[in-house]
């Protein structure tokens, strides 16, 4: 079955700091780490949007709207993917998503609140 889950998310203020987990505890670990991990994001009444992503070589990727605040980082050996997100904003509120590419289909978790306020 296919299994990503979230955790971390949370309210916190504007200017502050959360940090996400994504784990994949039922994918292989030579599948997971050979997969780009991403996160993506939906606001409020917006599209899921990209967030940031990491390749299996460690290169990252980061949405212009994010770029120098957030930072993505993995740790194959506890099948995990990260997400620091600093100086937060209101416009960072919603629903954070854990994504990737595995065995032939595309992976989501259900998903952790994030909500900024201002």
């Known amino acids: 079955q296919r299994q990503l889950l979230e955790f971390g998310g949370g309210l916190v203020q504007a200017g502050g700091s959360l940090r996400l987990s994504c784990r994949a505890p039922?994918?292989?670990?030579?599948?997971?780490?050979?997969?780009?991990m991403a996160w993506y994001r939906q606001g409020p009444g917006k599209e899921r949007e990209f967030v940031a992503d990491?390749?299996?070589?460690?290169?990252?990727n980061y949405a212009g709207s994010v770029e120098g605040r957030f930072t993505i980082s993995r740790d194959n050996s506890k099948r995990a993917v990260y997400l620091q997100m600093d100086s937060l904003n209101s416009e960072d509120t919603g629903v954070y998503y854990c994504?990737?590419?595995?065995?032939?289909?595309?992976?989501w978790g259900q998903g952790t609140q994030v909500t900024v306020s201002s």
């Open positions: 039922r994918m292989i670990l030579s599948v997971f780490s050979a997969t780009t």
């Open positions: 994504n990737t590419e595995a065995y032939g289909q595309t992976w």
């Open positions: 990491i390749t299996s070589g460690r290169i990252t």
